[in-house]
């Protein structure tokens, strides 16, 4: 894991980032312990309140990531999905 820091851009955005973590904590020394998890499981949303998938490479399970890559693999295999309501080829509900 390199941080990108042979990366001009993504070396200003680390720092962009490791400035705002030091304002946070600033204003909060208890902002880890205090703060909700996000909607979409990302850490950084959850701790910064922004994605920034471009230079963030530290969870390995990361939903974003995850959801990408199954999207891609989907693609790539041609797979379709296709989501029916029940009543419209979809199954029917439970106890019906």
């Known amino acids: ?6 990366d001009e851009a993504r070396r200003k955005g680390v720092k ?3 400035d705002l ?3 946070i904590m600033r ?8 703060v909700k998890k996000s909607d979409s499981g990302c850490w950084m949303e959850q701790m910064y309140g922004m994605q920034r998938c471009d230079f963030c490479d530290l ?3 990361c939903p ?9 693999y989907l693609k790539e295999n041609n797979i379709v999905i296709e989501k029916n309501p ?3 080829g ?3 509900p439970a106890g019906t």
């Open 1 to 6: 894991m390199s941080w990108g820091v042979e």
């Open 16 to 18: 962009a980032l490791m």
């Open 21 to 23: 973590s030091e304002k």
């Open 27 to 34: 204003e909060n020394p208890n902002h880890v312990n205090d």
């Open 59 to 61: 969870a390995s399970d």
């Open 64 to 72: 974003i990531r995850e959801e990408s890559e199954w999207q891609a």
């Open 86 to 88: 029940p009543g419209e």
């Open 90 to 92: 979809g199954p029917a």
